[in-house]
């Protein structure tokens, strides 16, 4: 089992940042992917950023891309998610997700993840 737990949500307005904390615990050599998901009321969930922590490979969503970067501290078995130029449409809970890389074309989709944080709230006022 993978335990992980999200921090550094919260309320900001439009055009701020915030950085995202996501540690991870337990069996954690059995995860080689690090994804973060969001979720807006009435919409469905999806995927923002993730990281192949085997070599450092990364993706994004188009909606995110030159604004949210994902990144990865081996030593403290931490993933962030630094969100910059943050818009209204960007409020969300997001949640920290931990899988097994499958394809480039499945690093944003749930199938590659087995385990989820208990998410964050973001909320970007305009």
């Known amino acids: 089992q993978v335990q992980l737990v999200e921090s550094g949500g919260g309320s900001v307005q439009a055009g701020g940042s915030l950085r995202l904390s996501c540690a991870a615990s337990g069996y954690t050599y059995s995860t080689n992917l690090m994804g973060w998901f969001r979720q807006a009321p009435g919409k469905e969930r999806e995927g923002v950023a993730a990281?192949?922590?085997?070599?450092?490979?990364?993706y994004y969503a188009d909606s995110v891309k030159g604004r949210f970067t994902v990144s990865q501290d081996n030593a403290r078995n931490t993933v962030y998610l630094q969100m910059n130029a943050l818009e209204h449409e960007d409020t969300a809970m997001y949640y920290c997700?931990?899988?097994?890389?499958?394809?480039?074309?499945?690093?944003?989709?749930?199938?590659?993840?087995?385990?989820w944080g208990q998410g964050t709230q973001v909320t970007v006022s305009s």
């Open positions: 997700a931990a899988g097994t890389f499958l394809a480039s074309g499945a690093a944003l989709r749930d199938i590659a993840y087995s385990y």
């Open positions: 990281i192949y922590t085997g070599g450092g490979l990364t």
